[in-house]
């Protein structure tokens, strides 16, 4: 699914249950890729208290010779998980309800409802499909962001309202990482 649009999807959940969204596209103030990708994190911190702040990975400007490249969502939120004052980093999958322990296309796939880096999972990585990274970028950032933010979760994006469910409850189906 395209990350705009998924983003606009889980904007206008959100706006149903009059809860404020700020939305920030990367590809709007942020230039290059990795973590350490150039772009002022400060915009973050200016968002009115009871405002959900949402960004995502976006195609941005690169400097020469690349013209542009893919900035991961994984990547970014492990720099403003560092940077910021956050208290959800929440991962949108487009295909899975959270971390499973082996590719959902396989027999008996199983949600890890929770996660540490102790626990090992069965994958592939497609580069083709998948320039940023996969699932063990994914798992890797996450475990990284959860040194410094207590609620990570991997969760399916298709379900909008688990979203506002963790938020309101602090519970959802989903995977919850721990660092």
């Known amino acids: 699914m395209d990350m705009r649009k998924l983003n606009s999807i889980v904007r206008d959940v959100f706006e149903s249950q009059n809860i404020n969204v700020s939305a920030h596209p990367p590809s709007i103030w942020a230039t290059g890729t990795g973590p350490s ?11 009115p208290q009871n405002t959900v702040a949402m960004t995502f990975g976006d195609v941005v400007d690169c400097p020469p010779p690349d013209q542009f490249g893919i900035l991961s969502g994984d990547d970014l939120m492990v720099r403003m998980a560092s940077e910021l004052n956050i208290t959800h980093a929440i991962f949108l999958l487009g295909d899975t309800e959270g971390l499973l322990d082996r590719p959902p296309d396989q027999p008996g796939a199983e949600l890890i ?7 090992k999972i069965a994958g592939k990585h497609d580069s083709a499909q998948d320039v940023t990274g996969g699932i063990f970028l994914k798992i890797a950032s996450a475990s990284a962001i959860s040194k410094h933010v207590e609620n990570v979760w991997l969760i399916d994006g298709r379900q909008p309202q688990r979203v506002l469910q963790l938020i309101r409850t602090g519970k959802t189906r989903g995977t919850r990482v721990i660092g």
Request: no cysteine; aromatic share 16%.
């Open 113 to 119: 409802t929770l996660w540490t880096p102790e626990r």
């Open 37 to 47: 990708f150039a772009g002022d994190l400060s915009r973050f911190e200016s968002i």
